[in-house]
């Protein structure tokens, strides 16, 4: 077995035997299951709660408008507003002053109540104070059948996308799951480099302040220490993030079979906090949501996206582990690894910036230079990908990717070799870059 390999098999079994990577392991999925259970088994129970509203209508046009229900119980007085604040809080959830004709002043009504109304009530009220307001004006014009024309008029027109490939073969596309297959690829290499490529940087600062490296070193290459412990972090990270989709598919789906998976959307998305729009989610005739969804991720290439998903995920990785491993071994302990880490964060957080507006406009001058420069092409071609990008971009962001990695290798390497033995001297980026074009004699 060669000297990396046993550097690589070192790094995994010491990094996976720890209790805290056994203990993340298992939580994280738990974490990520209980955010997709919770809310659709919340969405599932009933409230039972009748919220009673005091209205007061001062101009007596809108006393048909207030009917109660299940959820909102609406009682009409003639009293003043004084007085009603006078009463027991849980008389009443809020009092509805409407104060003049709407018609001509939208802003004649004010919901008063002693804690903050939810959007839920605010909601409810506007709308049925506006179909009110609306049959007044409709009643106004004084034209026979006006609503009636004016209800053909309104249109809702429906864009699908249709994708097709050099054989004529057609695919349902979805814009709205690109984006987020896409944004989703992008923030997990994101977070792949910072958390991994930290723990290089700080596991070279650790054997370095402990003095173990000098014993390594006696018996490997630089080069070869670094290379064995970013290969080595990487199967950590790599076992761990499989286990995380595998557990939390098994979690899920065990929970989703106890608990059923039928789920009233709009009760779920009120739940999630998302105000539901004019035009409601697309749904089949069975009620199973978004159809048109299901037939887009029927219609998407997972092979293509998973193989290169794979492919920038090391890319990346390695490009910038390389770099922080650079910077552990010439520092002496980790808070003076800020100053020269500070610099290779920087393109990672662009990157995330620039994935953003790259999603809303894939083909733009911003998406294409940053899935080609190195340092930002791992986030943001991934952005890209799920909307169709040419072969020849492809093949040419990966292979700069593979040619930076190799170049920062080799800078890293020469940074490596000298400052993994280097103690008690304060490094500048200028003595670091004599150490790039330092040329061993014989």
């Known amino acids: 077995m060669s000297k990396i390999s046993l550097i690589i098999k070192r790094e995994y079994t010491t990094r996976v035997m720890k209790p805290s990577f056994i ?10 299951a209980g955010m997709i259970m919770v809310p659709l088994l919340l969405a599932q129970i009933e409230d039972d709660t009748v919220n009673k509203i005091v209205v007061v209508d001062q101009t007596g046009l809108y ?30 959830a809020a009092v509805l002053l409407i104060t003049a004709d709407l018609t001509t002043n939208p802003s004649a009504a004010t919901l008063y109540s002693q804690q903050q109304v939810g959007i839920d009530l605010k909601s409810h009220i506007a709308g049925l104070l506006n179909a009110k307001v609306e049959e007044y004006k409709i009643a106004a014009i004084n034209i026979p059948d006006f609503k009636q ?22 695919k349902m596309g979805s814009a709205e799951l ?9 923030f997990l290499i994101y977070m792949f480099i910072v958390v991994y490529g930290a723990q290089v940087m700080s596991g070279v600062v650790q054997e370095k302040t402990s003095r173990i490296v000098e014993v390594i070193i006696s018996s490997v290459k630089p080069f070869e220490l670094m290379m064995g412990k970013i290969v080595g972090i990487a199967m950590v990270g790599l076992t761990q993030f499989g286990l995380w989709v595998i557990l939390t598919l098994i979690i899920v789906t065990s929970l989703t079979s106890v608990f059923g998976t039928e789920v009233d959307m709009e009760a779920y998305q009120k739940v999630q906090g998302i105000e539901m729009s004019a035009t409601p989610i697309p749904v089949d005739s069975e009620g199973n ?39 552990g071994s010439a520092v002496d302990n980790e808070t003076d690894t800020q100053q020269f880490s500070l610099p ?99």
Request: aromatic letters at 14%; hydrophobic letters at 50%.
């Open 23 to 32: 203990l993340l392991t298992f939580l994280t999925p738990l974490l990520i």
């Open 63 to 92: 006393s048909d408008v207030f009917v109660s229900d299940d959820k909102y119980q609406f009682e009409l007085v003639d009293r003043p507003l004084d007085d009603l604040k006078q009463e027991d809080e849980k008389a009443f």
């Open 149 to 170: 024309l004016a209800e053909q008029i309104q249109s809702d027109v429906d864009v699908k996308t249709v994708r097709w490939g050099k054989d004529g073969e057609e």
């Open 178 to 186: 690109a984006i987020i297959i896409g944004m989703i690829s992008a």
């Open 289 to 327: 949501v978004a159809a048109e969804l299901l037939t887009a991720l029927a219609g998407f290439d997972f092979v293509q996206t998973g193989i290169l998903f794979v492919i920038y995920f090391l890319g990346g990785y390695l490009l910038y582990a390389s770099l922080f491993a650079a910077v």
């Open 344 to 442: 290779l964060t920087l393109p990672i957080i662009f990157a995330i910036y620039a994935a953003i507006y790259s999603a809303e406009n894939p083909d733009g001058p911003l998406a294409f230079w940053c899935s080609m420069i190195p340092f930002t092409s791992p986030i943001v071609m991934m952005v890209r990908l799920p909307f169709g990008v040419d072969f020849w971009q492809i093949a040419l962001s990966i292979s700069i990717l593979i040619l930076s990695f190799i170049g920062s290798t080799w800078v890293a390497g020469k940074i490596y070799r000298t400052g993994i033995l280097m103690y008690g001297k304060k490094v500048t980026w200028k003595e670091m870059s004599k150490w790039i074009f330092y040329k061993e004699k014989g």
